[in-house]
């Protein structure tokens, strides 16, 4: 436990320094037996402040970027629990706080449900207007529709995301 603490100090603090994005942690040259993961970041840690409440997670929010040149991303703070999935899809869709970016779920659009398998697939039903509203330039679409997957992804045990409408597969 001791590493483990000393493996996540090392990591918060290094991980501050700009450019720093994770950590690779060996003892003279050797991987750490006791740790399985190789590249630590904070986004990886659970932090709680010791109290009997929920543990906080640390993830990325993607967003297309408002000059169209791709996507970004802000990082935000969310209590981690049972209803974390549904909790990470209700902030990415209050949109960003951040300049630059623009939010990417179509106007009138709602999530439905959203369930994580055994498997890693996390199936998320949408409203039709979700797929009704989005953009009619393909590429700009595609960012959209990026910008939710690649958030989901940022959820341990997300392994791939499949997007519904209505229960059906998105087209």
Known sequence: VDLTVADACLTLTLCQVEGVESVYVTVEGRDLPYRPVRNLGPGALLLSDGGDGP???TLSFWYPRSDGSGLGTETRELAAGDGLLQDVLTAWAEGP????LEAALPQGAEVRSV??????L????LSPAF?????GDPEEARLAVYALVNTLAEVEGVEAVQLLTGGA???
């Open 169 to 171: 597969p998105l087209g």
């Open 55 to 57: 543990a906080a997670v």
């Open 122 to 125: 996390c199936q998320v039903d």
């Open 131 to 135: 797929s009704e509203g989005l953009p």
């Open 97 to 100: 706080g951040a300049e630059g």
């Open 115 to 120: 369930a994580l398998g055994e498997d890693g």
